[in-house]
């Protein structure tokens, strides 16, 4: 049994989660089963002759050398007008318009009638395609991150119930709370598996959302760790979410002299990955929604840590200001400004804590040197994927597919720092990748970084139902920057992105295809295209598309 409420009363205090590197690889491997080889065989007769134990480079320690970085849940100045917003509903009015029209006349030509339902739109078309409908193989215990009945003890207080003796509580039988009763983060929570962060059309993430920005801030404190100041605030629900405060405005494009490593985190990026991240149907990404936060009511007078408190200073303009501590960016100079004390930011929900649910931090294979001088293996050796295929856990299973997935996603957004990843520990090798710290996405949209789809133009490899929605995405009445604006519009901070941002998903998403056609033509569909029964769904496995 897992007491879960002093876990929930540390976390109220302020206390941020850490996560635990480990070293080693866990591979899950069953009994008997031959491990499946991603490699071709190809000789290398001079490797081979001096070790005959293939890969024989240093790149092997590196892909299997776990980070041991603390870490959290994540590891990563005015409003726009109101005009802007007003031009992006009317232009996504528009879209629903045409996208009706265009269904309408199909349905007369084949002659079906159907009437049009109101308040339709390219995004709920989209979620009803078979290409995003579930199709999960059965939950065992086992694949559940929480079992609702014997793992977890959940008491009243943690679903929001203060009234009462606290020690009446704690003597209340498990099973008095039913889990509608609990907060939303908390059904979050309970609903992680080990094939999805939260499933396509749960209505508690809708919910979270609204938690995110309508939730009572009780308690504010600085993240450890980070280039960057990032703050962990705490929910009269208990929740806990990371506050990323807003540093640029939306048309700040990243200079194109800035290393990937020294960029701001940008707030609207935060946001608009989740948003991208669903759509996608990849579904690994943390909640998150954008907050207008009171520095002086919801930041200063709540705080308990005295190094945040004590940055608190009037700019020359009367705006209040703060700067916090943290590696680089937090000093007068990177002060940041509400007007006067209203300051934009991003609010990430928090995963479960490490106590009761703990995390594996991996590298990526193709992170980046970090250096100015320096290039990474991936970047002068045209063979590193070959080394990788035969490396536990990309030599089997779906982990080397998940980091085409990843490839992609940051390719779209133009993310260029994606340096680790995550999976949940319990799961072992079998599990998909948390997808964490998009903030140094949407920095250019005037350049398309194309060395982030290395893995992808060295590897040729990819799983059937990314392949399948990436072809849906790029067509007319379901392109991508459409259902992003629209997406994005349910924000409270809305416009999150800027249309030149948007055009460039659309841009780039063509270029992925372009390099997966290549990739046909060189190596084969079938060898390109890799389709896994235990994870795709039945409607990727029967769309026409």
Not at 105 to 116: I, L, N, P
Not at 420 to 440: A, S, V
């Amino acid at each position: 049994m897992i007491d879960l409420l002093p876990k929930l009363e540390k976390r109220a205090a302020g206390s941020s989660s850490s996560a635990g590197g480990g070293g080693g690889c866990s591979c899950a491997h069953t009994p008997g089963e031959e491990p499946r080889s991603w490699a071709k065989q190809r000789p290398r007769a001079a490797a081979a002759a001096a070790e005959p134990g293939w890969p024989n480079k240093h790149s092997l320690r590196l892909l299997q050398d776990f980070s041991n970085e603390p870490n959290s849940n994540l590891t990563s100045h005015s409003l726009e007008k109101v005009t802007e917003r007003a031009e992006s509903e009317k232009r996504v009015r528009q879209l629903q318009l045409g996208s009706e029209e265009r269904g309408l006349m199909r349905d007369t030509a084949s002659g079906q009638k159907q009437r049009a339902v109101q308040g339709s739109s390219r995004l709920k078309a989209l979620y009803e395609h078979p290409l995003y409908k579930p199709d999960l193989p059965h939950l065992s215990e086992d694949d559940s991150l929480f079992n609702l009945n014997s793992d977890v003890r959940f008491y009243p207080k943690a679903a929001g119930h203060n009234e009462g003796n606290v020690e009446e509580e704690e003597d209340s039988p498990a099973g008095e709370a039913t889990g509608e009763s609990y907060p939303n983060w908390l059904r979050f929570h309970i609903g992680i598996n080990r094939y999805e962060l939260y499933s396509r059309h749960n209505p508690v993430i809708g919910a979270l959302l609204k938690d995110l920005v309508s939730q009572k801030i009780t308690s504010v404190a600085m993240k450890s760790g980070g280039t960057q100041l990032k703050l962990i605030m705490s929910f009269q629900n208990y929740g806990q979410a990371l506050f990323k405060p807003m540093k640029q405005t939306r048309e700040q494009e990243t200079p194109p002299d800035f290393f990937y490593f020294s960029d701001f985190e940008r707030h609207n990026a935060e946001i608009a990955a989740f948003h991208l991240d669903r759509i996608l149907d990849f579904r690994r990404v943390p909640p998150v929604a954008g907050r207008l936060v009171n520095m002086t009511q919801e930041i200063r007078d709540v705080t308990r840590d005295k190094k945040l408190w004590r940055t608190f200073f009037v700019s020359p303009a009367n705006n209040i200001c703060f700067y916090g501590e943290c590696s680089y960016y937090c000093s007068t100079e990177h002060a940041l400004c509400g007007k006067p004390d209203q300051i934009e930011g991003s609010l990430a929900a928090f995963l479960p804590d490490l106590a009761l649910a703990k995390r594996k931090t991996w590298r990526n294979p193709w992170r980046r040197s970090y250096h100015k001088r320096k290039k990474a293996e991936w970047e002068v050796d045209q063979d590193y994927c070959d080394e990788v295929k035969q490396t536990p856990p990309y030599d089997r299973g779906t982990r080397l597919l998940d980091i085409m997935d990843m490839t992609i996603f940051d390719f779209l957004m133009g993310n260029m720092d994606r340096h680790h990843y995550e999976t949940f520990e319990k799961f072992g090798n079998e599990t998909f990748i948390i997808h964490l710290d998009n903030g140094r996405g949407f920095g250019k949209h005037s350049h398309d970084e194309m060395s982030i789809l290395v893995p992808l133009t060295q590897c040729c490899r990819v799983k059937r139902s990314t392949y399948l929605r990436l072809q849906l995405l790029a067509k007319e009445d379901f392109k991508l920057s459409s259902l992003m604006e629209e997406s994005l519009l349910q924000d409270q901070l809305a416009p999150i992105l800027i249309r030149p941002h948007l055009e460039a998903m659309d841009r780039r998403l063509r270029l992925v295809l372009k390099v997966l056609a290549d990739c046909a033509e060189k190596e084969g569909f079938l060898s390109v295209i890799q389709l896994f029964e235990n994870l795709e769904s039945e409607g990727a496995k029967k769309s026409k598309y």
